[in-house]
T-cell receptor, first 113, second 113 residues
Framework: DGGITQSPKYLFRKEGQNVTLSCEQNLNHDAMYWYRQDPGQGLRLIYY???????QKGDIAEGYSVSREKKESFPLTVTSAQKNPTAFYLC????????????FGPGTRLTVL | GENVEQHPSTLSVQEGDSAVIKCTYS??????FPWYKQELGKRPQLIIDIRSNVGEKKDQRIAVTLNKTAKHFSLHITETQPEDSAVYFC????????????FGAGTQVVVTP
């Protein structure tokens, strides 16, 4: 399955709570990405990271935060500032600048109760 | 920034017929155009990609064509089978964008026996 894992598969959150989604890869990929998917829409980029200890905002970063302390890990925190967090979250990784293909994890479905 | 439009949003075909999905992009500097297939509740998986120095690429029953002048690219699936039923996403990125993909909204393909 591409060596990218995400956990949990399903996550339920009460309004006002922060939650952290896990993304781990054992592909030795340098770059990692977080996307959000809503019904009837394409994937939208939240954050991305090219190297350890460095990351940049994507198109919809408001209400989210990330860290990249290890090459293989890129956790995403959905904060209470995210007004509509219910969505399917996908993590992806890419080998290096010379290779374009992104490999996706299985996703986490977050529901706010 | 880059904007990718995808049409149609839904496509119903008889088994054995061909399916064509079209995407247009706005950034003339885009040079990498992947196509992903996503089955219900699963991760997107790359099925074919093309770079801007190539006009057409084929892999068994699927092919992609690129028209750089018109800034559009298309996915062609021949001899469709029920297992081709899924959502298909096109995407585009440019070489200096750190691998950031801009996705189309997706096409739901239904192949009826």
């Amino acid at each position: 399955d591409g060596g990218i894992t995400q956990s949990p598969k399903y996550l339920f959150r009460k309004e006002g709570q922060n939650v952290t989604l896990s993304c781990e890869q054992n592909l030795n990929h340098d770059a990692m990405y977080w996307y959000r998917q809503d019904p009837g829409q394409g994937l939208r980029l939240i954050y991305y990271s090219q190297i350890v200890n460095d990351f940049q905002k994507g198109d919809i970063a408001e209400g989210y935060s990330v860290s990249r302390e290890k090459k293989e890990s890129f956790p995403l925190t959905v904060t209470s500032a995210q007004k509509n967090p219910t969505a399917f979250y996908l993590c992806a990784s890419r080998a290096a600048a010379a290779r374009d293909e992104q490999f996706f994890g299985p996703g986490t479905r977050l529901t706010v109760l | 920034g880059e904007n990718v439009e995808q049409h149609p949003s839904t496509l119903s075909v008889q088994e054995g017929d061909s399916a064509v999905i079209k995407c247009t992009y706005s950034d003339s500097a885009s040079n990498y155009f992947p196509w992903y297939k996503q089955e219900l509740g699963k991760r997107p998986q790359l099925i074919i990609d093309i770079r801007s120095n190539v006009g057409e690429k084929k892999d068994q029953r699927i092919a992609v064509t690129l028209n750089k002048t018109a800034k559009h690219f298309s996915l062609h699936i021949t001899e469709t089978q029920p297992e081709d039923s899924a959502v298909y996403f096109c995407a585009a990125n440019r070489a200096d964008s750190w691998g950031k993909l801009q996705f189309g909204a997706g096409t739901q393909v239904v192949v009826t026996p």
